[in-house]
């Protein structure tokens, strides 16, 4: 095989972050920041409130991009990148784009829930819980195919746990 001096990967990487952007642009209710250089985490989302975006409902999205994943998303994260997800604050999803194909994928790594109580809590991805003791593998099974239906739900969830967070400080108050 011939080199030819094109980093495949970087190219790669370019692509999915330019269709993640193209996933949310759609969104009025979405601002998304480009964070990789300031904390490691890829992106740093912000969701409106009504024509606000003055807000303080975030979350991370983490990116990652295949040039070969013809059945699915598959994911390896480093024991080390896992323990970090786990001990995120914010709700944190990771999005997975092939080059085979454009699709994108999503699944939450720490997910924004709320409890049949009302109460707010982050639920951390059943593969990052114990604590890793190695790498941790992400199989098509464990992903979301992103589209407008699957963008408005991740919006949701995280207004509604924003909305459980709210309502817990004013019941504390």
Same mark, same amino acid.
């Given at each position: ?24 642009? #759609? ?37 990652? $991009? !295949? ?30 784009? !092939? ?40 199989? $098509? ?24 967070? #709210?309502? $817990? ?5």
């Amino acid at each position: 095989m011939k080199k030819t001096g094109i980093d495949v990967v970087a190219l790669a990487e370019e692509r999915a972050k330019d269709l993640l952007v193209l996933s949310l642009a #759609h969104r009025d209710d979405l601002a998304v920041l480009e964070t990789r250089d300031l904390n490691g985490f890829d992106f740093l989302c912000r969701v409106a409130e009504g024509r606000s975006l003055n807000t303080n409902k975030l979350f991370w999205i983490e990116l990652k $991009a !295949s040039v070969r994943e013809p059945n699915g998303p598959r994911v390896r994260l480093s024991q080390d990148r896992a323990v970090v997800y786990a001990e995120s604050r914010l709700p944190l999803c990771l999005f997975f784009y !092939s080059m085979s194909d454009d699709i994108g994928y999503y699944v939450w790594m720490v997910e924004p829930t709320v409890t049949s109580t009302g109460k707010p809590e982050l639920t951390i991805n059943r593969r990052l819980v114990p604590a890793p003791s190695s790498d941790v593998e992400l199989n $098509a099974g464990d992903f979301t195919k992103v589209d407008p239906q699957s963008i408005a739900q991740v919006v949701a969830s995280v207004n509604s746990y924003y909305d459980a967070v #709210h309502q $817990a400080y004013l019941e504390a108050a």
